[in-house]
Nanobody, 124 residues
Framework: QVQLVESGGGSVQAGGSLRLSCAAS????????MGWFRQAPGKEREFVAT????????DYTDSVKGRFTVSRDNAKNTVYLQMNSLKPEDTAVYYC?????????????????WGQGTQVTVSS
């Protein structure tokens, strides 16, 4: 069973950038379709991005398209979420998730494994 650990969160001013990392152990990221989700205070957790196994196709929620990029480094067994042009509304706890299926999914219940989350705070 794969274990996921996120890192790279922090505080940044609007317009700034952060790169989140999701390091995997007990499995290889190339064998899973990976997802990023986030949960803002008082809100439900929502889909952010996905990167499929094998094909490496990506998908993003509309609010981050053109600003966020999900990628994978197989040698480091790590998935990244590069976040540029950050906005205060991006403030949330960001979670990495993995699913064994080949297709990207936007629903939480489609993912089998989750990390503990990392806080991202964007100030105006």
């Amino acid at each position: 069973q794969v274990q996921l650990v996120e890192s790279g969160g922090g505080s940044v001013q609007a317009g700034g950038s952060l790169r989140l990392s999701c390091a995997a152990s007990g499995g290889t990221v190339s064998s899973y379709t990976m997802g990023w989700f986030r949960q803002a205070p008082g809100k439900e957790r929502e889909f952010v991005a996905t990167l499929t196994r094998s094909a490496g196709s990506t998908d993003y929620t509309d609010s981050v398209k053109g600003r966020f990029t999900v990628s994978r480094d197989n040698a480091k067994n790590t998935v990244y979420l590069q976040m540029n042009s950050l906005k205060p509304e991006d403030t949330a706890v960001y979670y990495c998730a993995a699913r064994q299926g080949y297709q990207g999914r936007q629903a939480e219940y489609d993912y089998d494994y989750w990390g503990q989350g990392t806080q991202v705070t964007v100030s105006s």
